[in-house]
Nanobody, 121 residues
């Protein structure tokens, strides 16, 4: 019922930055958590950042210090700010929302279609 749409992906050189946006068609009901996942080539989908209903956020160790997550509740929009991008950050980035807040993709009910991020060396 809730649709999520990611935008902001693209191609950048190593060391560059991107900001991804995730717009929700409506305020996600019964969604305690919103998160960003990514799927790198040949790898399983992994969580990179999450933000709770109260506003507190957490990023994965792999991107700590480089990625941050925020939201604009009035716009029903989630953001992922990425700086100091590395070639290993290349992958498809997905927005997700669900009633539980964890790094497990199975805990999320709603998913966007993903946006491609490519980082060249």
């Amino acid at each position: 019922q809730v649709q999520l749409l990611e935008t902001g992906g693209g191609s950048v050189q190593a060391g560059g930055s991107l900001r991804l946006s995730c717009a929700a068609s409506k305020s996600p009901a019964n969604t305690y958590c919103m998160a960003w996942f990514r799927q790198r080539p040949g790898e399983d989908r992994e969580g990179v950042a999450r933000i709770y209903r109260g506003g507190s956020s957490t990023v994965a160790d792999s991107v700590k210090g480089r990625f941050s997550v925020s939201r604009d509740s009035a716009k029903n929009t989630l953001y992922l700010q990425m700086i100091s991008l590395e070639p290993d950050d290349t992958g498809i980035y997905y927005c997700a929302a669900g009633p539980y807040c964890s790094w497990s993709k199975s805990d999320y009910t709603f998913w966007g279609q993903g946006t491609q991020v490519t980082v060249s060396s």
